[in-house]
Each structure stands twice: as C-alpha cells, then as structure tokens.
C-alpha cells in the first residue's frame, strides 16, 4: 500500500468527502436520457417543498420508534428495549449523517439539495431534533422506572443503595473492576489524553498537595464488563415482590460509572478527589477509503477501521450537572463549539437498556417467536432439498419462517458430491455465521468456494475482516469488493451435476446472511432453479470475481447497470394503462425513498391516474396527498416488534402482476453505488401469497402503522369503533405458531 503521511491523508479525505457531498445532487439525477427528457418537460415537480429532507426524514422514524417505547400496549422490557435503539441509531446518526453535514459546512459546501436546504441551515434543525430525541428518552426511561419497582426490577443510582448493597459493590469493584481501570492525567508533563468512540468516561477533578486542581479521565470499561451491575437486595428486603401475582423475584441494578465514582479515591491515592461527572463523546466514523490507491483492499479497510477510534468529534454528551470548568476542558482539547456539547440528564448512553433483555421475565417481554418451515422442506435434508426445489420455487418468509432452509441449502451443498461450486456474497454475517461454517467444509470437501465479503459495510468491516482471513485459510476464493461500489445483494448459487447435465440453484433474498438478525427483521427469500435465474446469477458472478463490465440479464435487474431503468420501464407501464382508462395500481415496500428522479416519476404516476401504495418503514422523501401532484399516492410505516426490512415491488401491469424483490432501496446510493439485485416471483402461487397473505396484511395493520401527511406530520392509526384491532406482524406470529401445531399433529 502506498505510503502516505497521515495528515496529508486526512486532507485528502476531507477533500474527497466534500466533493462526494457537494455532487451528490448530480448522482441523484443519474438517470436515462428518456427519464431527463420528461423531467424536463415537468419541472412544476423540481419545487422543494414537493420533498421532506433525507435527514430530518431519517430522525422523523426514530421518532416513531420512540413512540413504541411509549406505547403501554408492548410489554415493560421490549419499551425499555426500545429506548435502547433510539440511543443506539442515535449514535450511528451522529457518526454518519451529522458528521457529514460537519465536513460540508466546514467545507464551505453551499448547495442546495431538492429539498431546498443548505448544509448550513440544515445543520442546526438536525442537531436540535436530535436533541430533543435525547432528552425525550431519558424522559421516557424516567417515566418507565415506577413501573419498573412495581414489577420488581430496579434500575436504581448508587446514592441510593443502603450501606450492605455498596459494600457488596465495593468489593465487586475491586475484584472485577478497579484492574482494568487507567486514570489518566492531564497536566503540562501529560498530553490530554484520547478518548475513543462511543466510550462512556468519567471527567475527574482533583487537587494534588501543592493545592492546585488537576483534570483526569477515567474510561469505564466496556463488554464484558456489564454496565447496568447486578446489586444484592437491600437488608431486610422480601425475597419476593409484595403483589402476590407476581411470582418473580425483586432485582436491582445501578450504573457501572456511578460505582467507579464512588471509589475513585482509590485511583488517586494521596490526592483529594474534588468531583467527577460522566461524559460520552461520539466521533466521525465514516470510512474513507482510498481505493484507487490500495494495492491490498483489506489492509486498507484494516487501517480505517482502527482510525475510526481518532476521527473527528462530532459530539460530547456531558451530565446536567457538569460544571462549566470541566465543559471548557473539553472543549478547548476536543476541539468542540458550544453546539457539539449535548447536555442531558443522568444515565448517559441509554442503549445500555438492551441488557435488561436478558432478564428471564416473559410476563414482562413479547410472547416467544415459534418458527415455521414451509411444508416443501419439512424432512428435507441433503439432497432432498434439492429434489424439492426442483418441484417449485419456494418462499422464505423471516423471522416467521426459520432461516434453517438457507442453512440447510448451503451445508446440504458442501456435502452433497454431485455438488462442483459454491457463490454467493456476505455483507453482513455477524459474529458466529453458520453460512460460513458451511462454506469453508465445503472448501474443505473441495468444492469450488468463491465469496464476495464486502468490507465496507458499515460498522461490521472487523467482523467481516476476520471471516474473510478465516476463509481464504480455508482456501475459499475471497473477493473483496469492487472499487467504487458496494456490493449489497443477497444471492447464493450452487452448481450441481445431475446426470449428464448441469443445474444452477439459487437462493435469492432481501436480507443478510445472518442467523441472528433474521430472528429480529422481517425479510424474504427464495429457492429456485429456473434456468433464466441462474443464468444471470452466472453473469452476475463473472463481473463480481472477474474482468466482466456488462453482462446481458434475462430477468434479473442488477444496479448500477439496469436497475434503474427497470423500475423506470414499470412506473411508466402502469402510467400507460391509466392514461388508456385501465387500472393503473402499484404496491411498493422499502426501508427508504430518496431517490428524487424516481420520487418525480411517482408523482408523474398519481398525476396520471395510477393508484400508488406506499409502505416504507424508514426514511421517506415523498410527500403523499398533495392536491394535483399525488392526490393517488398513500405511505404507511410499520414499527413493531420486527424491523420491517423486506422489499417487494409489485406492479399490477393491467392484470398480469410482477412483483420483484431484492436487497434495494430507492435511493441513489442503491441505485448508483452498489450492486444490487432485484428478482422477479416467477411462481403463481408465492405471487398469489406475497399480494393476498403478506402485503395485503401490511395495509390492513391498524395497530402498528403511521400514515404521512402532505405537511409531513406522522398519525400514529388506530383501530375505528367499528373495527377489530388488527397487528400485521403479529398475525404472522400466530400463523407460524399455527403451522408448527399443525405440523406436529400430523
């Protein structure tokens, strides 16, 4: 790799992400020349107020998360769990989003974006809704602590404990704690010293014997280190809650920090300990990486990942009662404005929350998930299931449906010796992967193995890094990624000889590799061997690991070649039915809707007469129901129990559907900047399921969905009085739990 000195570096990488930023409108309008040609033509649809800004329509969804921490009908723990994610996206947002729009300001970045903000003014209305969303999770957590003792959990501040419960945690402290603990000075002979990312740390003040006042820091550690401390009951307290209904017994628990606080005169012998306060400070943690300039992709990746802990400080969230001495500390060595100090009430970094998950209280939590097997696989094992692939495409539907069949499907494929090769690509596997386990006995039985593990996917590159050495040790063919895109799809082929021919099966998705997260996100999947599916999976994989640039795709839509013109091709299809007086009707679900080109053709759709269902989860840039530009369009988002993270695009195409899905988003790095694949349901039957038993669901939600207004504003629906309260993710719940019975019984 090419030596560079590390300031010159970090110029260079400011450079370079100001000009990502500053041209981001241009990839936005990446387009046809047929799709420029009528925008155009309809530039009344170029106003900004006809948009809702990525950012703000990125912090509208935590708000909507938020509100399911506030919603008495989720069980006690699951409300605290979702406190947690608020603090945990919280943070990714600040790393990510805020630091990008502090590189663009600090750039001096004046563009307006297409929905008429400037990084300038936008800067201080994310940071105050961000705020305000800090602040509103303390509040709720604070709200949640009565009904917390009423249950018997205590979340409780050391202050508070009786003198047998700190002595307990005293001696907890110095066993467990007072080792691994660094107090770090600051003084004319000690450089301030560097605190990483998302660290939680206590601000010491000290006077030394000469009666000066010194500053120190104090890191809490992190895992496996708990931060909420297990704390012995107090004297005297009844080992079982005093309601009779509860048969649970009382637990308490207080902050880590707050423990080492109060021994912190152990780490300063000798000197007076004057005060400490927590602090937590959040940096950049966007990669840059210099691809064209990396002979070695994972040593560059590798570097990145270690320079995150010293990227720039977005932001310091310091206790209510710092004083400003402390604060100014901070500033003056973190290089801080006034804006980039977010105070809030004491704990600091609620995503700590998740660890209450583990307390075994099913009274308190979400009745447990029973996973189905689609009745195609059931005792289907080696080659059985490719037998049963080739008596029909079969559909996954996750978390309902166990991600077993995918495992099955690749380990049935390492052992199976009429079984030649092995591809797919991982973006995000997670730290124990089946999937991979898999592929390297496979390797080890020799079969051809060749992955794409993408190292760019944000926050998993370690993990990633280390599948990927573990990998080619096992001499599976790794490749790294392509330079200037990221490689998103989902899709796993296996080459198998049969007789005297070859056969390619698939398994096709809209989610990762990941045994765990398809316990907590819905997404879909499918096994198929339709020779077109295979085909393209080929040509798909040939541009991956080889020198391809372009390939001919029989059904599949591949981004950044022709995905976009695909979706185009169908928009403008259901256009044409309605303007010939027929039925023009299209039912999208997505995580995001950025792109603005295809937001106009939406628009260009309503104004046309075509019915437009929107299902988005997450960010949202359309403003639906505005008179005259999308009087036809409606968006609902779903937050529940399941992160909603399946995409299906589903065209009525004047009677005879198509529905894609696959792993993109409309949005332009989706679109643009990776590669991605959206499939076509090619089965009359998983069609007929995806339309009447899963998206149809999704509409008829009374429980869990918001619906955008024109203004922007979300409404949280709920049940009529005519109407039987209705929780889509739940009664997919039911339906698995019912499959399995009936699977049981026979």
């Not at 001696?171 to 660290?199: E, K």
Request: net charge negative; with cysteine; hydrophobic share 40%.
């Amino acid at each position: 790799m090419r030596g560079t000195d590390n300031h010159s570096r970090a110029d260079e990488d400011h450079e370079r992400k100001a000009m990502e930023i500053s041209t981001e409108a241009a990839h936005e309008e990446f387009s046809t020349d047929v799709a420029l040609a009528a925008e155009k033509a309809d530039t009344d649809l170029r106003d900004p107020s006809l948009f809702i800004n990525r950012e703000l329509g990125l912090l509208d969804f935590f708000e909507r998360v938020m509100n399911e921490a506030r919603d008495s009908n989720n069980p006690l723990l699951e409300r605290l769990k979702f406190i947690g994610i608020v603090g945990s996206i919280l943070g990714e947002f600040f790393m990510v989003r805020v630091a990008g729009l502090r590189q663009q300001v600090d750039a001096g970045v004046t563009a307006t974006s297409a929905d008429g903000y400037t990084p300038q003014k936008l800067l201080p209305v994310v940071r105050e809704r961000a705020w305000g969303l800090m602040k509103e999770a303390r509040a709720c957590f604070s709200e949640l602590c009565p009904e917390l003792d009423a249950a018997g959990i205590h979340v409780v501040d050391y202050v508070t404990l009786d003198a047998s419960q700190t002595a307990a945690l005293d001696a907890y402290f110095f066993a467990q704690v007072f080792p691994v603990l660094t107090p770090l000075a600051f003084d004319p002979g000690r450089p301030f010293p560097h605190i990483s990312n998302m660290s939680h740390n206590l601000a010491v003040l000290v006077r030394d014997e000469s009666g000066e006042e010194r500053f120190a820091r104090v890191k809490v550690p992190g895992s496996p280190v708990p931060r909420l401390v297990p704390v012995p009951a107090p004297a005297g307290a009844a080992a079982e809650p005093a309601d009779d209904t509860a048969a649970a017994p009382q637990q308490w628990f207080t902050w880590l920090e707050q423990v080492i606080a109060a021994n912190l005169q152990s780490l300063f012998p000798g000197i007076e300990v004057i005060e400490s306060h927590p602090f937590r400070v959040t940096r950049d943690a966007e990669l840059a990486i210099q691809e064209l300039e990396a002979d070695d992709l994972l040593e560059t990746i590798e570097h990145f990942v270690r320079r995150r802990r010293f990227g720039s400080v977005i932001r310091v969230t310091v206790d209510e009662h710092m004083p400003e001495r402390i604060r100014g500390i901070l500033s003056e060595n973190l290089e801080l404005s006034e804006q980039d100090i977010y105070t809030v009430e004491s704990p600091l970094g609620l995503s700590s929350l998740w660890d209450l998950q583990r307390i075994e209280r099913p009274d308190l939590s979400y009745r447990p998930l029973v996973q189905s097997k689609p009745v195609a696989l059931d005792g289907a094992e080696d080659a059985d299931i490719f037998a049963a692939i080739r008596q029909r495409d079969i559909l996954l539907h996750h978390p309902y449906d166990s991600f077993d069949p995918v495992v099955d499907f690749v380990s049935s494929a390492a052992k199976d010796p009429d079984v030649l090769a092995i591809k797919t690509t991982l973006y995000r596997v997670g730290r124990n992967a089946p999937v991979v386990d898999a592929l390297m006995e496979a390797a080890a039985n020799g079969k051809q193995v060749a992955v794409l593990l993408e190292l760019k996917a944000r926050f998993d590159e370690e993990s990633n890094i280390g599948w990927a050495k573990a990998l080619e040790r096992e001499g599976v063919h790794i490749v790294y990624g392509l330079v200037g895109l990221k490689t998103h799809s989902k899709i796993m082929l296996v080459v198998r000889r049969e007789g005297d021919r070859i056969r390619r099966y698939l398994h096709l998705g809209t989610g990762n590799y990941n045994s765990v997260t398809t316990k907590l996100y819905t997404d879909l999947g499918i096994l198929t061997c339709d020779e077109d599916l295979g085909a393209d999976a080929s040509v798909v994989f040939n541009q991956l690991t080889g020198y391809a640039t372009s390939g001919d795709y029989r059904k599949l839509l591949v981004a950044p070649t022709t995905m976009r013109r695909g979706i185009e091709e169908r928009i403008d299809r259901e256009i044409a039915h309605a303007q010939r007086g027929e039925e023009g009707h299209l039912i999208l679900k997505m995580n995001s809707l950025v792109d603005k080109p295809l937001i106009r053709r939406l628009y260009r759709a309503s104004q046309a007469g075509v019915k437009v269902e929107l299902n988005v989860r997450g960010i949202c840039c359309l403003r639906p129901g505005i008179s005259g530009v999308s009087d036809n369009i409606s968006q609902r988002s779903i937050v529940g129990r399941f992160l909603e993270h399946s995409r299906i695009y589903w065209f009525r195409n004047g009677g005879d559907e198509e529905i894609l899905m696959g792993s993109a988003d409309i949005m332009p790095r989706n679109l643009n900047r990776r590669v991605e694949i959206l499939f076509p349901v090619l089965d009359p039957g998983i069609k007929r399921r995806l339309r009447d038993e899963i998206l149809s669901v999704y509409l008829n939600d009374n429980m869990k969905t918001r619906v955008l207004h024109p203004d922007g504003t979300w409404e949280h629906i709920w049940p009529a009085d005519d109407e039987e309260p209705f929780n889509a993710q739940e009664w997919f719940v039911a339906q698995a739990r019912e499959a399995v019975s009936r699977q049981e019984d026979e």
